[in-house]
């Protein structure tokens, strides 16, 4: 059953530096379809919570101040793209690394693989901060 639902996230203005507020984000709401409601909820406020919680988003600053309370909507791409990058690229990363180093000796293939891992989560963490502000819209402040 397709579950569509309207992920709805509060955040704070924690910075104003050069015409850009940065903004950290607070704990996730979500309203839910019917079938998620009897269901239990759906299971992807976590899974958002992991990966975007302690990440500070750049936005244009509209007037806002620091302490200001806002609400932030986006879309559910948003967080398969953020799978995607930190665990999909990274395990991918992690294989190739061990294959490539591995005929030469096993440890080297797995240090291989552990220095391509970090090095994929540290560009894609890098990627998510510098875009997630063009994928979500501000719904209203408080």
């Avoid at 990440?55 to 932030?72: A, K, M």
């Avoid at 000796?105 to 990627?127: A, D, M, P, Q, R």
Wanted: hydrophobic share 45%; proline share 3%; with cysteine.
């Amino acid at each position: 059953m397709n579950c569509k639902k309207t992920q709805k996230v509060d955040a704070v203005v924690t910075d104003i530096t050069s015409g850009k507020a940065i903004i950290q984000v607070e704990s996730p709401k979500q309203q839910s379809c019917q079938h998620c409601q009897t269901q239990g909820g759906c299971r992807s406020v976590s899974i958002y919570q992991l990966l975007f919680a302690n990440l500070p988003i750049y936005i244009d600053n509209n007037n806002y101040h620091i302490g200001e309370q806002l609400e932030l909507q986006f879309s559910n791409n948003l967080i398969m793209q953020a799978i995607w990058l930190l665990l999909g690229l990274p395990l991918i990363a992690f294989i190739i690394g061990v294959f490539i180093a591995n005929p030469v000796h096993e440890l080297l293939g797995f240090l291989l693989g552990i220095i391509l891992t970090v090095v994929t989560v540290y560009f894609s963490k890098n990627y998510l901060v510098k875009n997630i502000s063009q994928k979500i819209s501000i719904v209203k402040s408080h």
